[in-house]
């Protein structure tokens, strides 16, 4: 059975950090492009960042670029964002999801929200 469990959301002060990660199973993660997606109250789901299936090449969306970093483990079968220098705008369900080819998983989703 696929899963894609997301954790470390929460609630965090703007300018502080937060460490989301999203494990996997049921499938071979190491084969598999993943990303983080995130969702806003009345807004579409965006992508947030990218990682090949290797690590070697990632990718940001420009509102996120020298803030966040997305990072895997394939021997851990986990992908990591780390988010810094959070801004209230940040504040959304953030989604980890994994593809190839014809198979396109996801995960419930982990809440982050950025307020003081």
């Known amino acids: 059975q696929v899963q894609l469990v997301e954790s470390g959301g929460g609630l965090v002060q703007p300018g502080g950090s937060l460490r989301l990660s999203c494990a996997a199973s049921?499938?071979?993660?190491?084969?598999?492009?993943m990303t983080w997606y995130r969702q806003a109250p009345g807004k579409e789901r965006e992508l947030v960042a990218s990682i090949t299936s290797t690590g070697r090449s990632t990718n940001y969306a420009d509102s996120v670029k020298g803030r966040f970093t997305i990072s895997r483990d394939n021997a851990k079968n986990t992908v990591y964002l780390q988010m810094n220098s959070l801004k209230p705008e940040d504040t959304a369900v953030y989604y980890c999801n994994a593809v190839r080819w014809s198979a396109n998983y996801w995960g419930q989703g982990t809440q982050v929200t950025v307020s003081s």
């Open positions: 049921g499938f071979t993660f190491s084969s598999y492009a």
